[in-house]
């Protein structure tokens, strides 16, 4: 069966240092890759999916880029982190568009 | 604004009950629609889902109504069990567009279901 994981669960980062998220997925292969983020009060908003290696898109212009080095790995990352990156963060597979989509357990990054 | 809303923050129900979560979407472009689970410091687990083209999709205790003249969708749960108290996620996209909003589920705020014993 399919697994994701993600770390770390929790962050605290100091504003302007770099970030960097980890995302690996199992028992799947060339599966879509998203990171979405939900900041205090709001819905969960998607930043990045990627349909395939080295294919990133992302949705909002933001701080924070993604990278696919390989077929099951989304990475997330920021150079220097500002404190409205603050948030809850969720890595999640689908097998293709129109799928379901599967979740991480999040992480939830603190920018003090 | 708002596309996906879960106007109920929370429902009691008494264990063996049905549980009944609803659903409103405004976006008439949505044609598929997911529901998910999320237990506290956990991320959300996929339940059941149904496109456009039907009114209902069971699956177990678990069954998904879409009206989509009315712009409104509902999970079913029979018989609620004690297990089943989480928050309840509606989520909806449009997978008939071949662009990138494709990939993007918009979810609801949620409703935190407590089953009773």
């Known amino acids: 069966s399919q697994t994701i994981h993600q770390w770390p669960a929790t962050l605290v980062q100091p504003v302007g240092s770099p970030l960097s998220l980890e995302c690996t997925v199992e028992g799947t292969s060339n599966p879509n890759l998203y990171w979405y983020r939900q900041a205090a009060g709001r819905g969960l908003q998607l930043l990045f999916y990627?349909?395939?290696?080295?294919?990133i898109s992302s949705e909002v212009p933001q701080n924070l880029s993604a990278s696919r080095p390989q077929d099951r790995q989304f990475i997330l990352s920021s150079k220097k982190l500002l404190l409205s990156d603050s948030g809850f963060y969720l890595c999640?597979?689908?097998?293709?568009?129109?799928?379901?989509?599967?979740f991480g357990d999040g992480t939830r990054l603190s920018i003090l | 604004d708002q596309q996906v809303k879960q106007n109920s923050p929370s429902l009691s129900v008494q264990e063996g009950r049905i549980s009944i979560l609803n659903c409103d979407y405004t976006n008439s472009m949505f044609d598929y629609f997911l529901w998910y689970k999320k237990y506290p410091a956990e991320g959300p687990t996929f339940l059941i889902s149904?496109?456009?083209?039907?009114d209902k999709n069971e699956d177990g205790r678990f069954t998904v109504f879409l009206n989509k003249s009315a712009k409104h969708l509902s999970l079913h749960i029979v018989p609620s069990q004690p297990g089943d108290s989480a928050v309840y996620f509606c989520?909806?996209?449009?997978?008939?567009?071949?662009?990138?909003?494709?990939?993007?589920?918009?979810f609801g705020k949620g409703t935190k279901l407590s089953v009773i014993p």
């Open positions: 149904i496109s456009s083209i039907k």
């Open positions: 990627s349909v395939g290696i080295g294919q």
């Open positions: 989520a909806a996209s449009v997978v008939s567009y071949s662009g990138a909003g494709s990939y993007q589920l918009t």
């Open positions: 999640a597979w689908s097998e293709d568009q129109g799928q379901p989509q599967h």
